[in-house]
């Protein structure tokens, strides 16, 4: 583990697992109920394929120092990005990924950035559409507003939900993915899987997903 600055002064623990050569990148954010020790399986597999993968914890999370709220964390990400991109990682090669919560600072960097592509795991459409408890999701405006920001963007899509989510309800990814404009789209929806038991139910076909999305998409 080490630790970003962010503008502001905030410490960010994060990992980097560096790819096989010629391999994508995964710039990775996780869920609510999340830390980097307890996401570190699916970290290991990805890398186990040759992927790389920077994940990081969101400020007031694990090790990493500050308040969670919309702007820290896209400090965090923002962080992360730069870490990769000033150390001989292209854009090309970097997958912005993020599951549940997390895929409120990765649609918000893939609309800033120009990554080989953007991949999503339980997204939401905004915080305040969703019952998830998040300290994100402070009124009184509402929080990490996808949906808008996915409408303006061109980058590769990969969204994965389970069709039994009872916490971000299936019907989430499926408007994320109606309203994006990208010609490169793909809506995978995994049965009898809910928002906490994904990986369980099939966390080999996330993973391969993610590996076949990001080899395809990435230079």
Known sequence: MDYLKTPEGESIAFVHLRAAEGMPTLLYSHGNAEDLAQSSPLYEELHARGLGVLAYDYPGYGQSVGTPNEKSCERAIQAAWKHLTSTGISASSIVITGRSVGSGPAVWLAS???PAGLALISPFRSAFTT???TPFSIFPGDRFPNMSRIRSMDHP????HGEDDNVIPVSHG???FAA?????KELNVIPKASHNNLFAVAGDEVVTLLETFAKRVSK
């Open 112 to 114: 800033r950035t120009d």
């Open 174 to 176: 499926r408007k994320l």
């Open 180 to 184: 994006s404009p990208s010609t490169e």
């Open 157 to 160: 899509l990969l969204i994965i």
């Open 131 to 133: 019952a998830i408890p």
